[in-house]
């Protein structure tokens, strides 16, 4: 294959990577000292792209579980990787970028790349005899790692299963989800320790160490001498001592056998119960949720993780796994395990019972202790070592599950039960026997991986620390800092590991920290798991009142306005779950007009799009009559969204599930075995189809655009917007018929309430969108207006566009995102071409509650809000133009569409403003902001960009809709 020509060398950046394609093959590029070099871009521990890592110091870290690998080399440099990248032949000619896929980096065309051989140490004796007894993660590692270090002589690895040596993390998760097999989670390829030199005795146990003769015996009968030992033999499952703990379904996961049964036992299970709330019951607990069974978990303690994690911080595990169905029962002590005719019983001390198909226990683990202590090495809840993993013997070493060792953290000692102490800790012993003296001193670290949320943990944590949360807890992004005496002791993520990496600088400095310049608030000890500040709360699951889960209830006392009136909102406006309940009851499923597609999208009988009214999933169809109809997308019978794709034309609407189904209208018009079988079972007697349709709303269209309501009595579109939005919607909507262009979508971490404001108020996009103030679009000094109807709570921010010109010497001064001079290689950009009935050559129409017309200049577009919670939204871009658009016009609106969208020359900035507005509430609760800018105009339309009246009337018509 010649060299491929796959990017500019302007392209690839001494910081950061380039991702590109090259013939199906993901590639990074890097820039090191100069040079440009090409590896493989997937992590080779999971799917992670690396060009979205982090590059320092020749390496690059995965953004998913930070393994770290050498850019020139692709070697694997730390945990949780184990195999090395493949890295590719680069270079640079004419300014370009080339890649030869046949090649890997630093060859000659046609010799392979070599690895470099270790030499051997200076304490290590060709002859010597290293054996090493656990052939598991730390085993394997420290075999290969004693060969790379240089060792010479024999080196044995001996293990009691009869298994190659595997991973233990994918047990708990890929594995059992049937994502992974057993030779994808192998530590090493299987030629890897042949390849080595390194002999393997598989499915046979270490009976007994005399250490004066330096002998193992062996459950054969053999013996087998040994100048070094290692001892790996890790840990087991804790197992029940109650009445049926061996029952058939019962199930302990330790294993590739265990994982394998319990993973068939999972996906024919309806109902399981996993007794213990550690890490390992709450993966188990995730696994049966996504394979679709319910979960119960029983645990002895008061919170989830409670010898590990303060309360506070186990509640926000807790509420995570609440939110996704599972159900918890706390200060449970289990009495006995028994089986009936409808399956397994869980009996509980209290008297109650659990019903299961599978009990799955998890409730931690015992070091294999026997071993060594019977060899009279010093224990303590684990074989006690030094940095080098040396035991009270010399000649003795001991890493991964099985070893107690002093942390760098304060000196602490500990036992830890994780991949990278196992992976880690046993490369430094197996070089240090090797006569390589390495000190493991790594600050403990670990993941999980539970209800789609990748949690990292850093440092030590202990449950006397006080909990900081920074972000809304459990959510992505979010962060709970534990500090003790000051200091940081360890860092929880949720889909965040660049602030692990900084956690872990903090943590190793020792320095003092101050929750404030984390950016972070205190975390309350909650009594139950729905209290947590911000967490994700079910009241049924977590133990409420059936009928608190299922009503609205009143604003409490708290929600008070502030007595300044509509110059302040308060924070819980935008933050408490309460009120965006209550929003969805009194806004979206109340007296409004709900946008939900453009009649182009559904032309022809049959044709139908999915779409939402608030959070509330609904299908907009046209049916053969023409008609056009939104119903929502639930089955009348069992719930189930029965419509799965985004658009398309059919007949009729099925359900998966049960196959009822129902016409374009929403009508129910069958039931699969109405009258049952053989006279038999099958629906009541006084069953009626047409009672049991699918919930219609209330429809409108004008010139192409359609609105649904759930009220059924709704005023007319035009009484709704009023004379002077009306006349702005129809300057934009003029009756040529549309024509959809395409679609973007993206999410935003804020209010949905933000977007509203954000194009209220025109004062920001005086100083926040540099090219609209630089190229004359909406500037201080053009002709404006802020508009609003009477009731406050539809607007138009409009402007006619100027040459920039003039803008006067002060205004330039208080912009400073004006920038003199900056002009565009494509000035086509910014030019307007007069096809409207307007003064204004750039209009933002806010259509309450859901609805953005966009029209910047000449292209359009329509920002459909679907609320997911107080604290994040979905906004869904529709583009259009006219069915008359000719060639050259098409073009147009599309090269001025980069204007917008979520990463447009202008959205883009709005999304980051959003962002931070929301996390300044989210972090710094219980405030208020100011809006009182143009005093003169206490509410309503302004002439003025300097204003936020705007916003003030769209506040004064929450207010009244929602009672507050």
Known sequence: MPWLQVASSGDVKETGALGVDVEGT?????????????????????????????????????PLHQALFDIRTGRAMSAPASADLRTFAAKEEGGLVFVDLTRSAGTVAGEPHQEPAGEPGAAAEAGERLVIVGAGQAGARAAEAMRQAGHAGPILLIGDEAEAPYERPPLSKELLLGTADRESIRVLPADRLPSLGVGVRLGCRVTAIDRTARTLSLSDGSAVNYDKLLIATGARARRLSVPGADLPGVHHLRTIAEAEALGAALRAARRIVVVGAGFIGLEIASAARRLGAEATVLERA?????????????????????????????????????????????DCADGTAVAADAVVVGIGTEANLELARDAGLAVDNGILVDGEGRTSDPAIFAAGDVAHYPTPINGRRCRLESWQHAQEQAIAAGRTMAGQATTYGRTPWFWTDQFGRNIQMIGLPSRDATVFVRGTAGEAGSVLYLLEGGTLSAAIAFDDPQAIRDARARIESGAPVDAASLGAVPLPAATSAS??????????????????????AEPQPSFRWPEEGLTRIPD?????????????????????????????EIPNPGDYVRSN?????????????????????RCAHRAAEFCRSLRGNAKEFVCPYHQWSYDLKGNLVGVPFRRGVDGKGGMPKDFRAQDHGLTQLAVTTHRGVVFASYASDMEPLADYLGPDIMGEFEATFDGRPLKVLGYYRNTLPGNWKLYHENLKDP????????????????????????????????????????????????NKKEMRAYQEGMVLEEPRFVDYRPEFDSPWSVTMMTVWPNMIVQREMNTLGIRQIVPTGPNEFIMNWTMFGFEGDDDEMLRHRLRQGNLMGPAGFLGLEDNEAIKYVQDGMKNVPDGRHLVALDPATEAGTSDTLISESAIRAMYRHWRSVMDV
Not at 27 to 55: E, K, M, P, W
Not at 575 to 583: A, P, Q, S, V
């Open 531 to 552: 209290a947590c500040p911000g967490a994700p709360s079910d009241c049924a699951a977590s133990g409420a009142p059936a009928e608190e889960s299922q009503t609205m």
């Open 613 to 633: 009214v608030g959070p509330t999933p609904v299908v907009v169809s046209r049916a053969e009559d023409g008609s056009i109809n939104v119903f929502e997308n």
């Open 26 to 62: 993901p590639v990074a590029l890097f820039r090191v000292d100069g040079a440009v070099y090409a590896t493989h871009n997937i992590c080779t521990h999971q799917f992670a792209f690396l060009s979205d890592g982090y590059v320092e110091d020749g390496c690059v870290e995965c």
């Open 302 to 346: 008061d919170t989830p993780l409670e010898r590990l994690l303060p309360p506070a911080a186990g509640r926000v595990l807790q509420s995570l796994a609440e939110v996704h169905g599972v159900a918890f029962r706390f200060g449970v002590e289990i009495a006995a395990i028994r089986r009936d005719g409808a399956g397994l019983r869980v």
């Open 572 to 600: 819980w406006v935008y933050t408490d779950e309460t009120i965006y309940r209550r929003e969805v009851e009194r806004i979206f499923h109340g007296r409004s007009w709900n946008y939900v597609a453009l009649e182009a």
């Open 763 to 810: 004062y920001h996009a005086t100083l926040l969108h540099t090219f609209l103030v630089s190229f004359g679009l909406l500037v201080a000094g053009n002709r404006s207006l802020m508009l609003c109807d009477e009731s406050g709570r539809h607007g138009v921010m409009a402007s006619a566009k100027s040459d920039g010109k003039n803008v006067s010497q002060e």
